[in-house]
Every structure is written in structure tokens, then in C-alpha cells.
């Protein structure tokens, strides 16, 4: 998967602060088809509180079953005299007749369980949403700790854009925390228990630089926006005002030319308070001073008022009824399709109770109370309840692969999904979950193997996941030449707005980078080795050359001249140097090469 991390950047201003996100590489497969729907261990009873009224109805039945058996057998007692009850009634199986009372109780129970509803996995669905794009500027100066309103203008300021959120499902929403600049936390989602996280983290420690920077806020705002996006749209801020330094009005009117309403929430009161600082613990140390003077701090609902008017949005001053009707405020802008949304439930569970149930009541309609016959049809029964049910056996091995993959039980899955490739070949997704575990298990040459298969498959979503995994495994190999083909075909096929798109395009780019690094590494040791080889022959030739003249001392030393081979030696030199007297000397020697030449 693609993680993320905050970080923090040197700002313009020689400042640090938070800006953005760190993107690493997938180091693991991406997902995996679930086979059939997911279960859970825990189920749950959606009809728990018919508990009462469903125990008194099995309990009546079964009274009433009971009674019936009694009032049967008293009635048989008075009507037959003892002989004439051991003639009729001498082959009946008491065992069978057990057997057939305590079906019909089962079969009951089971009937009753499945009224409540029982329901354990879960199943989705996909339907199209509409709404429109909501920003929340969120001010986390230092001046959003005073406790003029409680427990501080900050939390009250979570607390009411919370609120807000809850109101708003269905729409899209993105977060922009700002101090003395304005990073964006969050794009547009319709995740809001992801927004909630990242709202509840949000504190003036983020940014280093203090101030309330409307300006900039509002300009980063509108890049949230996605320009192609035919979405109305609206900015709401939450702050307390205290905007000396900044003049956001160029902001402003990019925000009303664009149809972009602002709506401002006053945090604060007027009166205004100390700004507190903490130490590690909590615990307030101090007041914020200027110029050795506590600050109070204000709300500055002048401002807020401007802006909102300015771009048809609307002042509220921070309370609980100001987000219900800024939520009808909201409501009233023209609401545009964006997009799908997968929708999540619990899936009902009760008809396989009801089955079991049926199952049971069919086994004591079938039990005879007659020893022979009932052997005879208990075997027949026996047989066609195996029949009906073997398919559903052999359909759980894959529905077992998804369980033990999840738990992390790769090679009992892995053999799983193999077995159920043999009886079912032609399904891709269990080759492309056969792919998942083998990459997991680190048989990346047989995950290859199983990626590469579904590359040309006619289902584009499996075609390009397993391209993508197919990519992250020649990652896994530091094969990265390899790596960035496959992530190019995921790029040359499927839609930018995609998320395999864009995670892709991610890897495919740290694969480049890590290409980079590799060839370098092998230039450096080529380098290297050759530098090696060249002071490896310079130490042969030296050796040869201190080798031949320790062999011609040598010799001279065993062989010592003779006085007249001494005197005819000269001679012979001298005549020599009379001969080539004048002529021009050639140097010669061994010929050196530059050592990148070798």
C-alpha cells in the first residue's frame, strides 16, 4: 500500500511547518478479490429485542408437540388392549421414534432463531452520489487557545465543525488548517471518519509561524477544488478573526468570481481573553506577552462579516444553532453528481438457520417409525442431502483461502486457492489471490508467473491490478527496468482519476529514482575494479623488471670477467661511441596509459 507521513518544510520565511506528504513505494500486493462475501467472527442479532416473544413461541410449539405425543399414546392405551396393541404396533422402533421428536424440536429452533435475524459479514454496494464540495478552513493559531469560550476557542471550533460534518453526509469534504500560512490537511472525501481523524489532530503546534493568515487560508482553500469538477462549491472558516497583517481581499474576489460562497463562524467572544502557554504536560506556565504586556485576545467579527458578505455566504457566530442552520444554508446551494460511493452492511445470515431448519423438519417427516423402512429412507435421505450440499463443500475452499489470508496464514492459503484453481481454472481472481500469497511467502519468480498470466485478461480492473502487482514484485527483485514497463501499461490504459493511477504513477516513479541509483552504484564499482587492475599490472611489470636485473647481477656475480675480456669490452664500447657520434638520440620506454583508457 501507498503510506503516507506529515513532514514538515522550510517555509518561505525561514520557518518550518507542516506541508505535505511523504509517498513510498507499495511494498505490498495491492489487495486481493475476496472470493465470496467477507465474514466475521461476531454475529450479530438484528431483531434482539423479539428474544422474549421468540423463546415464548418455541417454547409453546414444543409444549404443544409434546402434549400431542402424550395425548397420541393415551389414546392408543385406551383404545387397544395389550395383545392387540404387541400385534399392531410390535416393529415399531422406539430409537426412530426418538429420533423423529427430536428433529421436529430442532427443526423449531432453529425456524425460531432465524425471526431474529442473525447477520455476520458484511456485503456492498455501489450507488451514485450527489452533493456539493465543502472546504473547512480551520484556524489553529495561538490565539484559538484562549478559553474565552470552553474549554477553548480550538476544541469548541472541532466540536462545531464535527457537528457541521454530520450534517453534511453526502457531500464531499476537505480541510485546510491555517496560523501564519495555510497547508492543506486533507483533499475532498467522502470518507468523514478519516476527516474526523485528521480534524481531532489539528493543534497550533503544527505551525511555527503564529498569525491568522485569512488570506492565505482562502487561497489554499480554492486548490483544493478540482477544477474539471462541475460541483457547486463552498468555503466555511472557522477563526476567530484576528487578521492585522493580511489583506485577503484578492482572495475574496477569486473566491466570487468562481461562484464560490464563503461562510465565516466567529470563535470567540468579544471581550476576548488571555492566550495561555503550556508546558509539556499541559499545564499552563504562562501568558502569551507582547512587549512585556499580556495579549487579550478578541473576536474580530468585522472582518468575518466582510468576507462573508463579499461572496454571498452568510456570518454565524459559533454555537450549536448556528451549524444546524448554516447546514440549511448549505442544503439550499444546487447539489451536482461526482461520483459512486460504496455502501457497507451487514449481510443477513438467517436462511441458512431457516435451511437447517427445513432440514430438520424434513428428517422427521421422512423418519418411519418402523424399523425397516426407516433404516431404508434414513439412507435414501441421507444420500440426497449430500448431493444438494456438495457444491456448496467444494465452494468453500476459496471462501477458507480469503479467511487464512487475512489472518496471515499465506501457505494454508495459498493451497487453498490452488485447489480451488484446479476445479475452477478459468477464474481469474484465483489466480490473481494465488499471485498475492506468493508474493507474501517471497516466491516471487512463481508470483511472477501467476501476475503475468492475467495481464491480457478482458477484465481491465483485474488486468490492471495484476500489472500493478506485477510491478511491486520485480520491485521486490530490484529488477526496476521491469518495473517500470509494467507500471507504464497501467498508465497508457487506465483513467488519471483512478487511484491505481495514481499510485502507480508514484512507484513508477521510485523505480526510476532507484534505477538511477543502481546503475550509478555499478558505474562506481567499474571504476573501481578497473583502477584495481591497472595497479595490479604496474606491480606485475615492476616485479619483472626488479625480477631481470636481480638475474643479470646475478649472473655478472657468478661469472666475474677476466682482465683481458675487461680490457677488449672497452674497446669495442668506445669504437661504438666514435660511430654514433652526432646522431640524434631516440628515447625509448614503456608506453603508459591514462588509467580510464584500460
Known amino acids: 500500500m501507498i503510506m503516507m507521513g506529515s513532514f514538515k518544510h522550510k517555509h518561505s520565511?525561514?520557518?518550518?511547518?507542516?506541508?505535505?506528504?511523504?509517498?513510498?513505494?507499495?511494498?505490498?500486493?495491492?489487495?486481493?478479490?475476496?472470493?465470496?462475501?467477507?465474514?466475521?467472527?461476531?454475529?450479530?442479532?438484528?431483531?434482539?429485542?423479539?428474544?422474549?416473544?421468540?423463546?415464548?413461541?418455541?417454547?409453546?410449539?414444543?409444549?404443544?408437540?409434546?402434549?400431542?405425543?402424550?395425548?397420541?399414546?393415551?389414546?392408543?392405551?385406551?383404545?387397544?388392549?395389550?395383545?392387540?396393541?404387541?400385534?399392531?404396533?410390535?416393529?415399531?422402533?422406539?430409537?426412530?421414534?426418538?429420533?423423529?421428536?427430536?428433529?421436529?424440536?430442532?427443526?423449531?429452533?432453529?425456524?425460531?432463531?432465524s425471526l431474529l435475524d442473525p447477520r455476520w459479514g458484511s456485503k456492498s454496494l455501489k450507488a451514485s452520489i450527489e452533493g456539493i464540495d465543502i472546504v473547512l478552513a480551520m484556524d489553529v493559531s495561538r490565539s484559538m487557545l484562549t478559553p474565552d469560550v470552553y474549554p477553548s476557542r480550538l476544541e469548541n471550533a472541532k466540536k462545531l465543525s464535527l457537528q457541521l460534518m454530520s450534517l453534511l453526509i453526502g457531500n464531499r469534504i476537505g480541510i485546510t488548517a491555517f496560523a501564519g500560512f495555510a497547508f492543506n490537511v486533507i483533499p475532498l472525501t467522502t470518507d468523514y471518519d478519516a476527516a474526523s481523524v485528521f480534524l481531532n489532530d489539528l493543534s497550533p503546534d503544527m505551525i511555527d509561524v503564529q498569525g491568522t493568515n485569512l488570506e492565505d487560508a482562502i487561497k489554499k482553500a480554492l486548490e483544493l477544488f478540482e477544477k474539471e469538477a462541475l460541483t457547486h462549491k463552498a468555503i466555511v472558516i472557522f477563526t476567530d478573526g484576528e487578521d492585522y497583517e493580511f489583506n485577503p481581499l484578492n482572495q475574496i474576489k477569486e473566491a466570487r468570481d468562481k461562484g464560490i460562497a464563503i461562510f465565516t463562524i466567529g470563535i470567540g467572544t468579544p471581550v476576548g481573553g488571555q492566550i495561555p502557554l503550556y508546558d509539556e504536560r499541559g499545564n499552563i506556565v504562562d501568558y502569551l506577552k507582547k512587549d512585556g504586556q499580556i495579549v487579550t485576545s478578541h473576536l474580530n467579527e468585522t472582518m468575518l462579516r466582510k468576507i462573508a458578505m463579499e461572496t454571498g455566504g452568510t456570518y454565524f457566530n459559533g454555537n450549536q444553532n448556528a451549524m444546524i442552520?448554516?447546514?440549511?444554508?448549505?442544503?439550499?446551494?444546487?447539489?451536482?453528481?461526482?461520483?459512486?460511493?460504496?455502501?457497507?452492511?451487514?449481510?443477513?445470515?438467517?436462511?441458512?438457520?431457516?435451511?437447517?431448519?427445513?432440514?430438520?423438519?424434513?428428517?422427521?417427516?421422512?423418519?418411519?417409525?418402523?424399523?425397516?423402512?426407516?433404516?431404508?429412507?434414513?439412507f435414501h435421505f441421507i444420500i440426497l442431502t449430500f448431493l444438494i450440499f456438495s457444491n456448496k463443500l467444494h465452494a468453500s475452499d476459496a471462501s477458507r483461502g480469503t479467511k487464512e489470508y487475512r489472518k496471515g496464514n499465506y501457505e494454508e492459503a495459498l493451497k487453498l486457492f490452488q485447489k480451488s484453481i484446479v476445479k475452477n481454472p478459468k477464474e481469474e481472481r484465483l489466480r490473481f489471490n494465488e499471485g498475492n500469497s506468493l508474493y507474501q511467502l517471497q516466491k516471487l519468480d512463481e508470483a511472477l508467473k501467476s501476475f503475468s498470466i492475467l495481464t491480457n485478461s478482458r477484465n481491465k480492473e483485474i488486468e490492471n491490478k495484476a500489472l500493478y502487482n506485477l510491478g511491486n514484485t520485480f520491485l521486490e527483485k530490484q529488477d526496476y527496468n521491469s518495473a517500470i514497463n509494467a507500471y507504464k501499461k497501467i498508465l497508457q490504459n487506465e483513467d488519471i482519476r483512478n487511484p491505481i493511477y495514481q499510485k502507480a504513477l508514484q512507484n513508477l516513479l521510485y523505480a526510476k529514482q532507484q534505477l538511477r541509483q543502481q546503475q550509478s552504484s555499478m558505474n562506481n564499482q567499474q571504476k573501481k575494479d578497473d583502477k584495481n587492475k591497472n595497479e595490479s599490472r604496474e606491480n606485475k611489470d615492476e616485479k619483472n623488471n626488479n625480477k631481470n636485473q636481480a638475474q643479470d647481477q646475478e649472473q655478472i656475480q657468478q661469472k666475474p670477467l677476466s682482465p683481458s675480456e675487461t680490457e677488449n669490452l672497452l674497446n669495442l664500447i668506445a669504437e661504438e661511441e666514435k660511430k654514433h657520434l652526432g646522431e640524434k638520440q631516440k628515447v625509448k620506454g614503456r608506453i603508459f596509459y591514462p588509467k580510464n583508457e584500460w
Open 13 to 113: 520565511n525561514g520557518k518550518w511547518g507542516i506541508a505535505g506528504e511523504l509517498m513510498f513505494p507499495l511494498t505490498k500486493p495491492f489487495g486481493f478479490y475476496k472470493i465470496s462475501k467477507r465474514r466475521e467472527e461476531k454475529m450479530h442479532l438484528i431483531n434482539r429485542d423479539w428474544i422474549p416473544i421468540v423463546m415464548i413461541i418455541f417454547i409453546l410449539l414444543s409444549f404443544m408437540l409434546i402434549i400431542s405425543i402424550i395425548i397420541k399414546s393415551r389414546l392408543i392405551g385406551k383404545a387397544f388392549d395389550t395383545s392387540q396393541k404387541n400385534l399392531l404396533f410390535s416393529n415399531l422402533s422406539t430409537s426412530g421414534r426418538t429420533i423423529k421428536i427430536a428433529s421436529l424440536l430442532i427443526g423449531l429452533f432453529f425456524i425460531c432463531f
Open 325 to 378: 442552520e448554516l447546514s440549511h444554508k448549505l442544503d439550499e446551494i444546487k447539489k451536482s453528481p461526482f461520483g459512486t460511493q460504496t455502501f457497507d452492511w451487514l449481510e443477513p445470515q438467517f436462511q441458512y438457520f431457516l435451511l437447517i431448519g427445513i432440514l430438520f423438519l424434513l428428517i422427521a417427516l421422512l423418519m418411519p417409525e418402523r424399523r425397516i423402512a426407516s433404516l431404508k429412507n434414513l
